[in-house]
């Protein structure tokens, strides 16, 4: 049921619950239904028409009402055997004698199927299979070839040039051990046995001297 409400907002105002409505009738089906108006102002007079699309349809069987507070208006509608299966228009209410008027849309006949097929346009080049270029990837290779050549040989020492070093050392400090006890005993005789320690001491000092220069000068030691 449609509910009209006049001067609720202000004077000759018109609102309505559903600004559509819509009605299931079969060919040659008829109904009734009641449309009520609510009144929030002074009495006045409410008109209610249709469109000329729905005037072979619908009925308003009191369409002019003087109404004071509340009223119902009955409206019979239908739809004939050889009709079409829906009709459309619209309702109008008119309040003060035309000074404002307002309408709702109705709809009769029988309602779309839900099962019923909707054709869609499809534009045939969506048919054809879009082109995929597929970038082969460039072998990585085994893991041998990724993983670095890494050498495991330990380092070769020098152990000849080791040898040879150590050995020369060796035989200068045993020449100098050898040298200074020939010196001691040739110069233990000489005035007194103090004066051949001291002299015997300073010609160790230079020989080791001489000595030393002569390893450092030796190749392998540079």
Partial sequence: MQVVHINRLGINSIEFDMESIEIPLSLGEEQSFEIAIINYGSPTHVHISVSDSLKQNVTILEDNPYVTHEDYIPVIVRVPFDGKKIYQGDVYVTVSHGARKKSFSMILGQPLNGTEKRVIDVDDSLSSPNEIYIKKKK????????IPDLSLRAPKWNYESLVSKVTILLAGILLLILFVIAISDVFS?????VQGFYFSLLLSIFFTAFCVYILIKLPIFK
């Fill in 139 to 146: 072998s990585a290779g085994t893991w041998k070839e990724q």
């Fill in 189 to 193: 005789y000489v005035n007194s046995p």
